[in-house]
């Protein structure tokens, strides 16, 4: 089991979609962040406002990434960016236990 270190965590829980998505954001000394999510299965849109890297730590969604018409399987220890400005839909078909780090 791999663990961060040197981390703070905000208290506040980010909380969508009526509580079937909700993530805590942690930054790092060096000032980055990254969000540790959990998505129940669903279908969903996400706007971005800086670039992402998603990693699935486990469970199994479909994404649709922009300028794509295409849905894309993604499940335990894959990753998929999304461009900042953009918007990305995700059809969780399994409990989805994910990292977001914000590029």
């Known amino acids: ?9 905000f208290k506040a829980a980010n909380i969508y979609y ?8 942690l930054e790092f000394a060096d000032g980055s962040v990254k969000t540790l999510g959990i998505m129940l299965p669903g279908d969903y849109r996400f706007n971005t406002s800086a ?16 300028g794509s018409e295409q849905w894309e399987e993604v499940r335990d220890g ?11 839909r995700i059809s969780v078909q399994h409990l989805l236990d994910y990292i977001c780090t914000y590029l």
Do not use: H, Y
């Open 1 to 9: 089991m791999s663990k961060f270190t040197d981390v703070s965590v």
């Open 78 to 88: 894959d990753t998929f960016q999304v461009p900042a400005n953009t918007s990305f």
């Open 51 to 66: 670039p992402e890297l998603v990693e699935v730590t486990s469970g199994f969604a479909l994404v649709q990434l922009p």
């Open 18 to 25: 009526g509580g079937n998505v909700n993530s805590r954001t």
